[in-house]
């Protein structure tokens, strides 16, 4: 499967952005979907991720109950809905997809779980 991210961008701290992740080659609803993050200097960072259908989806403690991540079969599409965007949420933003079923505790929360990833797209939150 292949995967394109888009929709990041600059916007400023308190507002909103949609990331989408669309696949092709395989429907999307085969996989484990995750989003990681990567801020200048630091190691990438799991943000979210959900089963292959839908649920459950666990995200890191730095963003609950702001962003949400969704996916749409039709459009083949996996998306992370950002609300009250912070500096500290300024990263390149990857997302990726895992075959296998995660084993071990919070498996699915390590980039090593995840095949395939996106290219990555850049948010940047304006203070």
């Known amino acids: 499967v292949q995967l394109q991210a888009s929709g990041g961008g600059l916007v400023q701290a308190g507002g909103s952005l949609r990331l989408s992740c669309a696949g092709s080659?395989?429907?999307?609803?085969?996989?484990?979907m995750g989003w990681f993050r990567q801020a200048p200097g630091n190691d990438r960072e799991f943000v979210a991720t959900?089963?292959?259908?839908?649920?459950?989806?666990y995200y890191a403690d730095s963003v609950k109950g702001r962003f949400t991540i969704s996916r749409d079969n039709a459009k083949n599409t996996v998306y992370l809905q950002m609300n009250s965007l912070k500096s500290d949420d300024t990263a390149v933003y990857y997302c990726?997809?895992?075959?296998?079923?995660?084993?071990?505790?919070?498996?699915?929360?390590?980039?090593?779980?995840?095949?395939?990833w996106g290219q990555g797209t850049l948010v940047t939150v304006s203070s």
């Open positions: 959900m089963y292959w259908n839908g649920a459950p989806t």
């Open positions: 080659g395989r429907p999307l609803s085969r996989y484990f």
């Open positions: 990726a997809a895992a075959s296998s079923t995660p084993s071990g505790t919070n498996a699915e929360r390590s980039s090593a779980f995840y095949e395939y």
